[in-house]
């Protein structure tokens, strides 16, 4: 959203302002208004290494039995053949049927009021922190949520190690 709304590609351009876009915006020194800027003042405001850096992010990462996403996966669709549209935007049909991938899918954009743990190999990972709950991490390595609530600085850590265990 954020490249095609500073006229560099990507798609939902219109939905970039709308959610988070204006705050964005702010940070890099655009005065906040109503409206959203021309593609051209929005461009200037972005570093060149800024925009290399938005270009260059992946759509997944697969590593040690996980498959990281932001919205889900396509059942029954392969990881490297999934559709841009699906990995960014699907919702009922990842989250309702089995996927049948072999990595457990570690995702976001539906959100939960705590970490979700799919009995399908499913691991949820936004709580709400946009909409006044938490902002919420993974150590799989450790087995550890790491989680703060909005508006704070202190973050709680708990074991999730044996809710990890039963996804594999």
Not at 68 to 82: D, I, K, S, Y
Not at 129 to 144: A, P
Request: aromatic residues 12%; negative net charge.
């Amino acid at each position: 959203m954020f490249l095609d709304f500073i006229g560099e590609g990507g798609a939902n351009k219109q939905a970039f302002f709308h959610n988070g876009g204006a705050q964005t915006l702010v940070s890099y020194g655009w005065g906040e208004s109503d409206r959203a800027p021309s593609a051209d003042v929005a461009h200037a405001l972005v570093p060149e290494r800024h925009r290399e850096f938005f270009r260059r992010l992946v759509l997944f990462h697969a590593a040690e039995g996980f498959a990281f996403v932001h919205a889900g996966v396509r059942p029954g669709v392969p990881l490297v053949e999934q559709s841009r549209e699906d990995l960014l935007w699907i919702d009922e049909e990842f989250l309702l049927v089995d996927h049948r991938l072999d990595e457990t899918v570690v995702f976001g954009h539906t959100s939960y009021r705590d970490a979700w743990f799919g009995g399908e190999r499913r691991i949820g990972l936004d709580t709400g922190c946009v909409y006044g709950g938490r902002l919420s991490c993974i150590d799989l390595t450790e087995g550890l949520l790491y989680q703060v609530r909005r508006g704070q600085k202190t973050a709680t850590k708990r074991s999730v190690a044996s809710e990890i265990d039963l996804l594999r």
